[in-house]
């Protein structure tokens, strides 16, 4: 491979600043509906007793769980020493830190009182999953700033296998993390499950590469600069291979729930007769999110066209947040039995009563604001600092790359 050479993003253009502010004002948005919730309490938005997760979780996890994906592509860099993904890796560590940040501000908004997490991050009950979260997303922050530093200073470039090789492992920690919120809650029949672990690490790389897919098609064509048939055939193609891996992971898991006696009820409710969350489901997660990208992906014909990646990625961020949807939401929604093998008389517990839930226009700003604030501080660092490589053309990124 040729010597690759960074500069930022260059040149005043209106469009630019004209997505700054589009992206600012989005994110002012989010803040007057974070402080209207503040202000008035949550009974104004559509999380009841019953639903206390909301869409501003639906947009925090899977942003926290796209940030882990996004680091990936400086992992198959460093770590398995792909030079083809070496350009690369500078911007995938900064989407890293970006989503990171916009999925942790919606969850620190969302809270009734934001001011006493200092009391979570300074008193851990190691006992919680919550605890070690907190503990695995500020380690986030640290070990990816100290890679991207590594990365960008060329005289700390020796350590960058070492550097990438521990980013890895603490992205795989923190997504098992993430995923295990979930997992060890037993007494949710949606969630209790240890497949749901090792699930969402796979989301996380298709979600992760589908936004640095979009990003980088973006900058690179914003910018002016060369993005060759090598780099961009490579990235689709990988990312067709991690949207079938999660497509994968999703039959099994459900498979295995239908295998189980007890989880017929919840399978039953997402499959077949769950309303919104079963068309989400089917429409959103299957067909839009997961079987019109792999068909873009893979063929030889559709692939090719730039205009149809960039729909089948959009596509994945849309299936994502359906799949998240489905999982948090409809995952509460889903009715527990306090009392199995009892006859209840009368309960105030909704005891099998499928919980109602329709998110408020305050939530749905709030979980914007955490994507806008995850691009506007890309497009800012990308401004300011050499994270873009001058050129992706085939002749630089492939050192076997023949001319015809």
Request: proline residues 3%; hydrophobic residues 55%.
């Given at each position: 491979?040729?010597?690759?050479?960074?500069?930022?993003?260059?040149?005043?253009?209106?469009?630019?600043?004209?997505?700054?502010?589009?992206?600012?004002?989005?994110?002012?948005?989010?803040?007057?509906?974070?402080?209207?919730?503040?202000?008035?309490?949550?009974?104004?938005?559509?999380?009841?007793?019953?639903?206390?997760?909301?869409?501003?979780?639906?947009?925090?996890?899977?942003?926290?769980?796209?940030?882990?994906?996004?680091?990936?592509?400086?992992?198959?860099?460093?770590?398995?020493?792909?030079?083809?993904?070496?350009?690369?890796?500078?911007?995938?560590?900064?989407?890293?830190?970006?989503?990171?940040?916009?999925?942790?501000?919606?969850?620190?908004?969302?809270?009734?009182?934001?001011?006493?997490?200092?009391?979570?991050?300074t008193y851990y009950n190691f006992k919680s999953i919550f605890a070690w979260n907190i503990f695995l997303y500020v380690g986030f922050f640290a070990v990816v700033i100290v890679y991207l530093w590594?990365?960008?200073?060329?005289?700390?470039?020796?350590?960058?296998?070492?550097?990438?090789?521990?980013?890895?492992?603490?992205?795989?920690?923190?997504?098992?993390?993430?995923?295990?919120?979930?997992?060890?809650?037993?007494?949710?029949?949606?969630?209790?499950?240890?497949?749901?672990?090792?699930?969402?690490?796979?989301?996380?790389?298709?979600?992760?590469?589908?936004?640095?897919?979009?990003?980088?098609?973006?900058?690179?064509?914003?910018?002016?600069?060369?993005?060759?048939?090598?780099?961009?055939?490579?990235?689709?193609?990988?990312?067709?291979?991690?949207?079938?891996?999660?497509?994968?992971?999703?039959?099994?898991?459900?498979?295995?729930?239908?295998?189980?006696?007890?989880?017929?009820?919840?399978?039953?409710?997402?499959?077949?007769?769950?309303?919104?969350?079963?068309?989400?489901?089917?429409?959103?997660?299957?067909?839009?999110?997961?079987?019109?990208?792999?068909?873009?992906?893979?063929?030889?014909?559709?692939?090719?066209?730039?205009?149809?990646?960039?729909?089948?990625?959009?596509?994945?961020?849309?299936?994502?947040?359906?799949?998240?949807?489905?999982?948090?939401?409809?995952?509460?929604?889903?009715?527990?039995?306090?009392?199995?093998?009892?006859?209840?008389?009368?309960?105030?517990?909704?005891?099998?009563?499928?919980?109602?839930?329709?998110?408020?226009?305050?939530?749905?700003?709030?979980?914007?604001?955490?994507?806008?604030?995850?691009?506007?501080?890309?497009?800012?660092?990308?401004?300011?600092?050499?994270?873009?490589?001058?050129?992706?053309?085939?002749?630089?990124?492939?050192?076997?790359?023949?001319?015809?």
């Open positions: 491979m040729a010597n690759i050479h960074y500069r930022p993003f260059e040149g005043c253009t209106t469009g630019f600043y004209g997505v700054l502010a589009v992206l600012a004002g989005v994110l002012l948005a989010a803040l007057g509906a974070a402080w209207y919730m503040e202000h008035n309490g949550h009974w104004v938005t559509g999380m009841t007793n019953q639903v206390i997760w909301g869409t501003p979780h639906v947009f925090a996890v899977f942003l926290i769980v796209a940030a882990s994906g996004a680091l990936n592509v400086a992992s198959i860099s460093s770590v398995f020493g792909r030079a083809l993904y070496k350009p690369l890796s500078r911007l995938s560590g900064l989407l890293a830190v970006a989503l990171l940040a916009g999925g942790l501000m919606v969850l620190v908004l969302d809270l009734g009182r934001p001011d006493r997490l200092i009391v979570a991050m590594v990365m960008m200073e060329r005289r700390m470039n020796i350590y960058s296998k070492s550097a990438g090789t521990f980013a890895f492992i603490w992205r795989l920690i923190l997504t098992t993390g993430t995923g295990s919120i979930f997992g060890f809650l037993v007494a949710r029949d949606a969630y209790n499950s240890a497949l749901l672990a090792p699930m969402f690490i796979v989301f996380s790389f298709a979600y992760g590469l589908a936004i640095y897919l979009l990003v980088l098609m973006a900058a690179m064509k914003g910018a002016s600069r060369d993005l060759g048939d090598v780099v961009f055939t490579r990235l689709r193609r990988l990312l067709g291979v991690f949207i079938a891996g999660s497509f994968y992971f999703v039959l099994v898991y459900h498979l295995t729930n239908l295998y189980i006696t007890q989880r017929h009820g919840i399978e039953a409710f997402v499959l077949l007769d769950g309303g919104i969350y079963t068309k989400m489901f089917w429409i959103g997660q299957m067909l839009l999110g997961s079987l019109i990208p792999m068909v873009i992906c893979f063929h030889s014909g559709l692939g090719k066209s730039r205009s149809l990646v960039a729909l089948a990625c959009l596509l994945v961020v849309i299936g994502g947040l359906a799949q998240m949807y489905v999982t948090i939401i409809g995952g509460q929604a889903f009715p527990m039995q306090l009392l199995p093998d009892k006859t209840l008389v009368s309960s105030g517990f909704f005891d099998g009563v499928v919980a109602g839930y329709r998110p408020s226009l305050p939530e749905i700003l709030l979980g914007v604001g955490g994507v806008a604030i995850a691009l506007l501080l890309t497009a800012v660092a990308v401004r300011a600092l050499p994270f873009l490589p001058e050129s992706l053309s085939d002749t630089v990124a492939d050192p076997h790359h023949k001319t015809t």
